[in-house]
């Protein structure tokens, strides 16, 4: 079983499981919209809405903290760019260290919305299964005229899946190499070798293993889908969304 909520999917009964994919997609696509623009104001309540929506889903919070915790040194590679070269005045409380107020606030601000991106996208895969997904995706690109929607909603489907194998596996070596007293050898390249060669393996053995399974099973992307009508409440937070999102943007302007 996985250790990890990122790009797994965790069962349960919540009502974020229990929502629509699509409209689970559509949703994350407003949030992510929100978050584009540079306003403190949509950050703020970005933040709160993703706290709401982490209490609804039941998630384990633990788990879910720590594999967050993965991201920080991208968050802190992140600030520190910003905080060491965007131009401005020194700190007044430490005018020694080569950061300015602009880059730290800038810094500050940028890690804040990655990390509420990196949040929202996991909290959607750990609450949406990957058929589900893929469901979503054709529905929502089938009015696209020539575009293969089933085959982007298949490979959309199976990158996931395999972004969650291989943290797997990667861990699973690691322990390995761990017991096997190898993480006491100093030299770096060969703690990559022993890595990277095992997990690279495993994957290419579980590709193969993917493309002759869809063969065997006469995958086509002319079948035609049926799709489950959508259930007329699960629209509701789709419009309750913009709706206080242009009341926050009227009252702020």
Same mark, same amino acid.
């Given at each position: 079983?996985?250790?990890?909520?990122?790009?797994?999917?965790?069962?349960?009964?919540?009502?974020?499981?229990?929502?629509?994919?699509r409209?689970?997609f559509?949703?994350?696509?407003?949030?992510?919209a929100?978050? *584009?623009?540079?306003?403190?104001? @949509?950050?703020? !309540?970005?933040?709160? /809405? =993703? #706290?709401?929506?982490?209490? $609804? &889903?039941r998630?384990?919070?633990?788990?879910? *903290?720590?594999?967050?915790?993965? @991201?920080?040194? !991208?968050?802190?590679? /992140? =600030? #520190?760019?910003?905080a060491? $070269? &965007?131009?401005?005045?020194?700190?007044?409380?430490?005018?020694?260290?080569?950061?300015?107020?602009?880059?730290?606030r800038?810094?500050?601000?940028?890690?804040?919305?990655?990390?509420?991106?990196?949040g929202?996208?996991v909290?959607f895969?750990?609450?949406?299964r990957?058929?589900e997904l893929?469901g979503?995706?054709?529905?929502?690109?089938?009015?696209?005229?020539?575009?293969?929607?089933?085959?982007?909603?298949?490979?959309?489907?199976?990158?996931?899946?395999?972004?969650?194998?291989?943290?797997?596996?990667?861990?699973?070596?690691?322990?390995?190499?761990?017991?096997?007293?190898?993480?006491?050898?100093?030299?770096?390249?060969?703690?990559?070798?022993f890595?990277?060669?095992?997990?690279?393996r495993r994957?290419?053995?579980?590709?193969?293993?993917?493309?002759?399974?869809?063969?065997?099973?006469?995958y086509?992307?002319?079948?035609?889908?049926?799709?489950?009508?959508?259930?007329r409440?699960?629209?509701?937070?789709?419009?309750?969304?913009?709706a206080?999102?242009?009341?926050?943007?009227?009252f702020?302007?």
């Open positions: 079983m996985a250790q990890r909520i990122i790009l797994h999917y965790v069962p349960g009964i919540s009502p974020l499981h229990r929502w629509d994919a409209c689970k559509v949703g994350l696509l407003m949030v992510t929100t978050l *584009l623009p540079t306003k403190m104001v @949509w950050l703020f !309540f970005d933040s709160g /809405l =993703f #706290l709401v929506l982490l209490a $609804f &889903s998630l384990p919070l633990r788990l879910f *903290l720590r594999d967050l915790r993965t @991201w920080a040194l !991208f968050l802190l590679a /992140l =600030f #520190l760019i910003h060491f $070269f &965007s131009p401005g005045l020194r700190l007044p409380a430490a005018p020694w260290i080569p950061v300015s107020q602009e880059g730290f800038l810094g500050g601000v940028a890690c804040w919305r990655v990390g509420l991106i990196l929202y996208a909290l895969t750990a609450v949406t990957p058929r893929q979503a995706l054709v529905w929502l690109l089938k009015p696209v005229p020539f575009l293969p929607e089933r085959r982007v909603g298949l490979m959309v489907s199976l990158t996931l899946r395999f972004f969650s194998i291989i943290l797997d596996q990667t861990e699973e070596v690691r322990l390995a190499h761990k017991t096997r007293l190898g993480d006491r050898h100093r030299n770096p390249l060969r703690k990559v070798k890595l990277t060669l095992p997990v690279l994957s290419l053995f579980r590709a193969e293993d993917v493309t002759l399974a869809l063969a065997a099973r006469g086509r992307d002319d079948i035609p889908l049926l799709f489950p009508r959508m259930n409440t699960h629209i509701l937070p789709l419009l309750a969304f913009p206080m999102a242009f009341l926050l943007g009227k702020w302007s």
